[in-house]
């Protein structure tokens, strides 16, 4: 359970203090289009909407359910040490996003756009009794990346792109990660709210069908 910020309390102080980040891996997959499906039958947005939830749980199965759903996006987050006790890998985790959005190219699966992070700055806190949440500026990040990727795109922090490269470099069967090749970066945004520029890459939309995943 995260710690529960309760500013009123009398150790508040005291316990924020001792706070230290949760770093992990923070990802939003948000469905396109999603809006303007909604214009048709119940029956139809339900069912279509389903499909794209299910396909991105069904790729990010071992780094756990999502931590909470935002309209028609999800989010994920999982911390740096369960994630490899998982014996999940930042290269891993890339394929499982690239399949994500090589999948969803209309019906019966909506396309879906991906904006992942790498996080230092992320905090296992809520501000509700008895919820998960995490929060940081990392978050934040991960959920302005998913505004600037296009459909079927990823786009991920200079961090998580690094640990990538590193682990491709190490791997034995290159062949079976060919999505890293068409990754491109970094290059400077300065997003929502953010004071100076980061640097991040993208994984642009793909025309040959779905990514592995190890």
């Known amino acids: 359970m995260s710690f529960l910020i309760v500013p009123g309390a009398g150790d508040f102080r005291d316990l924020l203090r001792e706070l230290r980040p949760s770093p992990g891996y923070c990802v939003f997959?948000?469905?396109v289009g999603s809006t303007s499906l909604k214009e048709r039958g119940l029956s139809d947005w339900?069912?279509?909407?389903?499909?794209a939830f299910a396909t991105v749980q069904g790729w990010l199965a071992e780094i756990g359910a999502p931590l909470k759903g935002l309209g028609d996006s999800l989010m994920f987050f999982a911390e740096r040490d369960d994630f490899r006790n998982r014996g999940m890998t930042p290269l891993g985790l890339f394929a499982r996003?690239?399949?994500?959005?090589?999948?969803?190219?209309?019906?019966?699966?909506?396309?879906?756009?991906?904006g992942a992070c790498y996080c230092e700055e992320s905090y296992d806190i809520s501000f509700l009794p008895n919820a998960r949440d995490v929060y940081g500026r990392d978050i934040d990040l991960a959920a302005r990346l998913?505004?600037?990727?296009?459909?079927?795109?990823?786009?991920?922090?200079?961090?998580?792109?690094?640990?990538?490269?590193?682990?491709?470099?190490?791997?034995g069967n290159q062949d079976d990660f060919t999505e890293i090749?068409?990754?491109?970066?970094?290059?400077?945004?300065r997003p929502k709210g953010f004071t100076t520029a980061v640097s991040v890459y993208k994984l642009p939309?793909?025309?040959?069908?779905?990514?592995?995943?190890?």
Do not use: K
Not at 150 to 169: K, R, T
Not at 181 to 189: A, E, N, Y
Not at 205 to 214: E, I, L, N, V
């Open 46 to 51: 339900v069912r279509l909407i389903y499909n």
């Open 97 to 114: 996003l690239a399949s994500i959005a090589a999948e969803g190219t209309g019906e019966p699966i909506l396309p879906v756009r991906i």
């Open 29 to 31: 997959g948000d469905i």
């Open 205 to 214: 939309a793909s025309t040959s069908g779905r990514a592995r995943a190890s």
């Open 181 to 189: 090749t068409r990754l491109v970066g970094p290059w400077p945004v």
């Open 146 to 171: 998913v505004a600037i990727a296009e459909e079927g795109e990823v786009v991920i922090n200079a961090p998580f792109a690094h640990q990538i490269q590193a682990d491709y470099g190490n791997v």
